[in-house]
């Protein structure tokens, strides 16, 4: 499977962004697409993924202000960031899996991922 990101760049704190990823080449059910990021010197973490079927889950520090989406038609995952904060500077990483394991909990996990696009904010 391929990714490809879109739609990082520069925001103003309490600004907005919104990341589009395509997936192409696919070989497998996208039960599951979403999106991780990596800050500088910190673990990558899942912020928000979402499955065919529309159940969502979220990193408690972005609940209220991200909303991820999804075009099963056009194998497509967005995630409207709104009310940016500096520390959501990162690294932002679409993903992808067929596994449901563990999903709603920590430990829910995605195998295939695309290059990340920047998100800067500032304050």
């Known amino acids: 499977v391929q990714l490809q990101a879109s739609g990082g760049g520069l925001v103003q704190a309490g600004g907005s962004l919104r990341l589009s990823c395509v997936a192409s080449?696919?070989?497998?059910?996208?039960?599951?697409m979403g999106w991780y990021r990596q800050a500088p010197g910190k673990q990558r973490e899942l912020v928000a993924a979402?499955?065919?079927?529309?159940?969502?889950q979220y990193v408690d520090s972005v609940k209220g202000r991200f909303t991820v989406s999804r075009d099963n038609a056009k194998n497509t995952v967005y995630l409207q960031m709104n009310s940016l904060k500096p520390e959501d500077t990162a690294v932002y990483y679409c993903a992808v899996d067929q596994n449901l394991r563990n999903w709603g909990t920590r430990d829910y996990a995605m195998d295939y991922w695309g290059k990340g696009t920047l998100v800067t904010v500032s304050s």
């Open positions: 979402i499955t065919t079927g529309g159940s969502t």
């Open positions: 080449q696919i070989t497998f059910d996208l039960n599951v």
